[in-house]
T-cell receptor, first 117, second 113 residues
């Protein structure tokens, strides 16, 4: 089954304790991205990757890191989480169309609800 | 500031009625427009894309685009309780080194049986 798999589904942690949220897709998509979703603010992009070893900042990158060593995996790292990073996080990947990495038709993972105390 | 605006709702319609969801955007140069549906507690899923002025129909869904007025809408005919969800409008801004996809905050649709 074609899917984007995020883990964990729920995570409660404390301020300053490093954590990683994993994301993996099995559709051979070149484009991958991380979003956070907060009430009243909608989906905001954190980081994205057009292809392996190519990553770039989205609209709210502060406090986050990513890496793209393999096409299928795109982990999100919070080196020192703070309470303002409490949010619902989504990983997404997108079809490559006509050989071009594109962000147009996103497939989302099931989400990670993060609480930082 | 590139913006995509939607009425947060809730938009309440009776079963069998037409639900009309609207979205306006600020960047006149935007070229690609998408509607995602998000059930409560779930992830968004793409239901429609539209690139040209006019209507695009897919089953009970019709997307409408008017670039001159900078709005895009989604019509859901014969609304069903299973259509109750938040509908996110997304607009692709073509500019700079990358093409950004900007989401609205969504409209909550409630279809009453």
């Amino acid at each position: 089954e074609a899917q984007v798999t995020q883990n964990p589904r729920y995570l409660i942690t404390v301020t300053g304790k490093k954590l990683t949220v994993t994301c993996s897709q099995n559709m051979n998509h070149e484009y991958m991205s991380w979003y956070r979703q907060d009430p009243g603010l909608g989906l905001r992009q954190i980081y994205y990757s057009m292809n392996v070893e190519v990553t770039d900042k989205g609209d709210v990158p502060e406090g986050y890191k990513v890496s793209r060593k393999e096409k299928r995996n795109f982990p999100l790292i919070l080196e020192s989480p703070s309470p303002n990073q409490t949010s619902l996080y989504f990983c997404a990947s997108s079809l490559t169309e006509r050989g071009i990495s594109t962000n147009e038709k996103l497939f989302f993972g099931s989400g990670t609800q993060l609480s930082v105390l | 500031q590139k913006e995509v605006e939607q009425n947060s709702g809730p938009l309440s319609v009776p079963e069998g009625a037409i639900a009309s969801l609207n979205c306006t955007y600020s960047d006149r140069g935007s070229q690609s427009f998408f509607w995602y549906r998000q059930y409560s507690g779930k992830s968004p899923e793409l239901i429609m894309s539209i690139y040209s002025n006019g209507d695009k129909e897919d089953g009970r869904f019709t997307a409408q685009l008017n670039k001159a007025s900078q709005y895009v809408s989604l019509l859901i005919r014969d609304s069903q309780p299973s259509d109750s969800a938040t509908y996110l409008c997304a607009v692709k801004w073509n500019g700079g080194a990358t093409n950004k996809l900007i989401f609205g905050t969504g409209t909550l649709l409630a279809v009453q049986p």
